[in-house]
């Protein structure tokens, strides 16, 4: 038995390495049966222990998802909460932008059935984003939650042309979803009355208008006064 066993974990780990390297090089639609010729076994043994392409699928991105969710917890520990939850999540577009064709096929078998080992290491990196977003949640806006960000951020990982895309995407992300500096979660901000980063455009705009209007008016005014010059120095002219 021990030894049935055994030999059931190698198939299952050769099948993996052999399907994990045909979806590389050949992608996620591969026939089946090529995978099982390269992992040396038969197509019942395939079958046996990845009944749907899905599993199999699955299987070999669940090592790649393993890596990234103990990439997030090594995170956890890192001593700026931001950086870290931007840290991984740029991991993740990164990854998700490489492997797209793959995580795609992997999200769902068969009328959307998704595989158990799929709803597993899924709510993994929930939870992953999740520990890693309630570290941060004094720098974020009210009411952004880490299945809010990897939801945005897989949405970036599966629309960009490349992974380099998709980290300057992200980029753009993070910019948007932190407070204003000085608006940390509990903090008042400063007291005495200087102008955030909108108020000073606003400044800005109002100083540069009022300029411009201001220029206008003597502009109009001095073409006005020419006018009167010239129409009464013209003879009959009334």
Known sequence: MAVRRADAARNAAALVAAARELFDTAGPDIAL??????????????YRHFPTRGDLLVAAYAEEVATLCGHGADLARHPSPTDALFAWLDAFVAHVA?????ALAATAGPAGRRTELFDRWHASMRDTAATLADRAADALVP????????????????????????????????????RPSGQLRG???????????????????????????????????ERAGRQQVDGGGEPGRQ
Do not use: F, M, S, Y
């Not at 049966?33 to 395939?46: C, F, P, Q, S």
């Not at 960000?149 to 998709?166: F, R, S, V």
């Open 143 to 178: 009411g952004i939650t880490g299945p809010d960000l990897t939801a945005h951020a897989a949405g970036i990982a599966l629309t960009a042309t490349d992974p380099a895309h998709a980290r300057r995407l992200l980029g753009h992300l993070r910019h948007g979803v932190l």
């Open 33 to 46: 049966d090529e995978v099982a010729k390269r992992a040396g076994v038969g197509n019942a043994t395939l």
């Open 187 to 221: 903090t008042r901000g400063d007291e005495g009355g200087d102008d955030g980063p909108g108020d000073k455009h606003q400044v800005r705009g109002r100083a540069g208008g009022d300029a411009a209007g201001q220029g206008v008016r003597e502009a109009t005014g």
């Open 98 to 102: 490489a492997k797209r064709d793959l």
